[in-house]
């Protein structure tokens, strides 16, 4: 209870950079007090202790950005189809690990605390794997410019072949393909699966791949399930691509998944994110 009275008190502080923090991100120091002392399970308690503590020492940090005046990076709007292949790592910099988390945390607060808002977009739920795929592919079949893709397990199975193959159709008609995919969740998908989709024009990016200088970052990983197409339709949800993940949840071999599918502006920024993460990766690899 002293922990969290201490707290309060600094709460009422509005030039604290972890206060600021606090107040960004809309956590109210009476629920978490309340939760501190409603539930009685020591697990819940020690969480809510670690929570407080990173975002004391979140916020610390921040305040030391505003302190000398780091900016965030802030991404320009994509004019046409993006050449992802002629992208360049900016230079490298004294504690790229600290600006990085700076800027990640300057990025969470927007413009006047407000939220994130994408007017006119149109959203389609996919309640099986089953309806998922086939939407997938034929909307690929029709892209024009650029089809970016990005998942965490991508299997050698018979979806995994028939999500190659569109690529590679993709890829032959002009389209710019670009395929983002995290190294650990894809280990048991041989190397000549992702040489055959470079070998057909798509370009690959194998995610945070481990070496002996960052094995403290073998955990982070890119969970990500996405597909953004033309910068104007997105194909997401919680689903990878696989045999498992291709059916109708009828049977212990294909799960009970769901996606959606949005066309509008909201798939132009899903696009920016996915860029982002590109540059990011190339850097580091």
Known sequence: M????????????????????LQGFRCNNNLITAGYIQNRSPAVRIQLLLFTIFMCMSGQMYQQTLRT???????QPLNGAPRWSTFKSPPRRKNKTVRRVLRLL?????????????????????????????????????????????Y???????TGTSFARSLMEAAARGVQVVLIYDFIGCFETPDEYFQQLR??????????QPTF?????????????????DGI?????????????????????????AGIRVDGSAAG????LFRRTWVLSLIHS
């Open 2 to 21: 002293v922990l969290y009275s201490w707290i309060s008190e600094r709460m009422n502080a509005p030039k604290n950079g972890w206060c600021r923090l």
């Open 69 to 75: 005046g780091e900016k965030g990076h802030t991404d």
């Open 233 to 257: 339709t997105a194909f997401l949800g919680g689903l990878n691509v696989g045999d498992e993940y291709a059916g109708y949840g009828d049977s212990f071999q294909h799960w009970r998944d």
């Open 152 to 158: 965490y397990i991508i299997r050698n199975d018979a």
């Open 213 to 229: 200088s960052r094995l403290r970052l073998l955990d982070s990983r890119n969970h990500r399930k996405m597909v953004v197409i």
């Open 106 to 150: 300057a990025r969470s607060r927007e413009k006047g605390g407000a939220n994130v808002h994408f007017p006119d977009n149109r959203v389609v739920l996919l309640r099986h794997g089953g309806d998922f795929f086939p939407a997938l592919f034929q909307a690929m079949a029709e892209a024009r410019s650029t089809i970016c893709a990005e």
């Open 199 to 208: 070998n057909n024009g798509v370009h690959c990016l194998s995610f945070n």
């Open 269 to 272: 920024r899903l696009r920016r």
